[in-house]
């Protein structure tokens, strides 16, 4: 199944290529295949409900994390480096959101992050997908239909901009040397 859907994403991405107009930006076509790749994991599920089945847990060996660990960031870095990333490389959905990446105004391809006031610190990630207007459309994983911080797979949401505590960019060029390892 996953092997399905990341063929999928190549030939997406192959086609996406060749259609797009020459003057299309190095971001523009970054964020498309970060986006690409994230989508064809939507509908992804846990297998036993306890964060874990086999496209759930290479998400959280990308991490560095075990099998039951939540996998919202960790999801974000397996989409990262099945687009040639080095970086991110974490589970702790904090740690996505560094003073030198973050940014003001959302935009396709960047991570977003929900702050929890109970916990008080976000824990809750995702990728800007697309914005219209005031709401953003993003991949999470992690999540349900409710839009919850520990759900059952990987879902495409809409949240209104103001329910997101801030975003970052690791869009980087230099990030990008060689394959991911």
């Known amino acids: 199944m996953a092997t399905v859907r990341i063929l999928l994403c190549l030939l997406y991405l192959a086609f996406a290529g060749r259609s797009r107009l020459f003057?299309?930006?190095t971001v523009e076509k970054e964020s498309d295949a970060l986006i690409a790749i994230a989508q064809s994991q939507v509908g992804v599920k846990e297998a036993k409900g306890n964060n874990d089945g086999v496209e759930v847990e290479a998400y959280l060996a990308v991490a560095g994390l075990k099998k039951g660990e939540?996998?919202?960031?960790?999801f974000l870095s397996w989409v990262f480096k099945q687009?040639?990333?080095?970086?991110p490389r974490t589970g702790w959905s904090p740690a996505l959101f560094p003073e030198d990446r973050k940014v003001k105004t959302p935009s396709p391809g960047l991570v977003f992050g929900i702050y929890f006031p109970t916990l008080k610190r976000i824990s809750h990630c995702g990728i800007v997908e697309r914005v219209k207007g005031s709401w953003v459309t993003g991949i999470e994983g992690n999540t349900n239909l409710n839009g919850s911080r520990d759900g059952d797979g990987v879902y495409r949401k809409l949240r209104h901009v103001k329910t997101i505590y801030c975003y970052a960019n690791w869009m980087n060029n230099h990030q990008k040397k060689g394959p991911a390892k």
């Open 70 to 74: 939540p996998w919202c960031a960790a």
């Open 83 to 87: 687009a040639g990333y080095h970086q």
């Open 23 to 25: 003057g299309s930006s």
